[in-house]
């Protein structure tokens, strides 16, 4: 079990701003789309919100299984997240990463998201030929004008969502307040399969963390797993920052949590945090 104390002396870990932020940050322009599969760590400005990335695939390899891409557009309004764990490797990821890209482009002016993973899983049914079982993936889209996220989880793991009006941290699942009960099935399984989505409010301040299963699937050196529990222990500890900041925190706290025990997995972590931007709502199209 993991243990309180644990956490309370890793929350005072700190780096200096400087160390965890460069000094520009990119801002997307209307149907550019950035991500993929390579081993990645940068942040970047969304309509309304920032995000930092970081992409870790199990060394040696430089490509992994883990896929992220973000997205804008609807006249500068609309972003769009999105996160899959391919249970495969080499040219069906590839695949998968083109398909999602290119879905997330056609898809970008209608903020109903639930098509994308219905074509994305009608995809891989056609294209897998027995190559891997499954796809787990997670798509976001945040409306700048009114902070509104939807979200669509086809069995993958539960964001973790920092209300900064109450300062509380959850997992944002389909017991939270207000959301509809998802039943929504990994990628792949069965054609046809329908995904729904949930609207939920997202304040100011607020932060959204998203994860693959590399991240809580790490063991100490003891055997034992951090499992998405522990991981929530870990980030209810860290200092509310910046995005970059908190997400090197996690990095540096999943280092401390595995000590010698190697990575088993790829990793990714995707922080995302609502700010006012400098130039407020007005994105150029």
């Given at each position: 079990m993991l243990r309180k104390q644990f956490w309370s002396m890793l929350a005072v870990m700190t780096l200096p701003k400087s160390e965890f932020e460069s000094e520009n940050v990119r801002r997307l322009a209307c149907l550019e789309i950035r991500g993929g599969n390579e081993r990645v760590d940068y942040s970047v400005e969304l309509p309304g919100l920032v995000a930092w990335v970081s992409c870790r695939p199990i060394a040696p390899a430089t490509r992994g299984g883990d896929l992220h891409?973000?997205?804008v557009?609807?006249?500068?309004?609309?972003?769009?997240?999105?996160?899959?764990?391919?249970?495969?490797?080499?040219?069906?990821?590839?695949?998968?990463?083109?398909?999602?890209?290119?879905?997330?482009?056609?898809h970008a002016d209608e903020w109903d998201q639930s098509d994308v993973v219905?074509?994305?899983?009608?995809?891989?049914?056609?294209?897998?030929a027995g190559d891997a079982d499954y796809a787990t993936a997670l798509?976001?889209?945040?409306?700048?004008g009114s902070g509104e996220v939807l979200f669509t989880n086809a069995g993958h793991l539960p964001p973790i969502w920092y209300r900064a009006q109450s300062d509380q941290w959850t997992f944002l699942t389909d017991s939270t307040l207000y959301a509809?009960?998802?039943?929504?099935?990994?990628?792949?399984?069965?054609?046809?399969t329908p995904y729904s989505q949930t609207a939920i409010q997202f304040g100011w301040d607020d932060l959204l963390i998203l994860y693959t299963d590399g991240v809580t699937e790490s063991t100490d050196d003891a055997g034992r797993v951090l499992d998405t529990k522990g991981f929530l222990e870990l980030v209810q500890g860290v200092p509310v920052a910046s995005a970059s900041d908190i997400g090197q925190i996690l990095l540096a706290r999943l280092e401390a949590f595995r000590g010698a025990s190697p990575t088993a997995d790829d990793e990714t972590l995707v922080v995302l945090q609502r700010r006012q931007t400098a130039e407020g709502s007005v994105w150029p199209h």
């Open positions: 891409y973000l997205s557009c609807s006249q500068g309004f609309v972003s769009r997240i999105a996160l899959a764990d391919v249970a495969g490797h080499g040219e069906l990821v590839s695949g998968v990463a083109d398909t999602l890209r290119d879905l997330l482009r056609k219905r074509e994305l899983n009608d995809s891989f049914l056609t294209n897998a798509l976001l889209s945040h409306y700048s509809k009960i998802p039943a929504n099935l990994p990628i792949g399984l069965i054609a046809g």
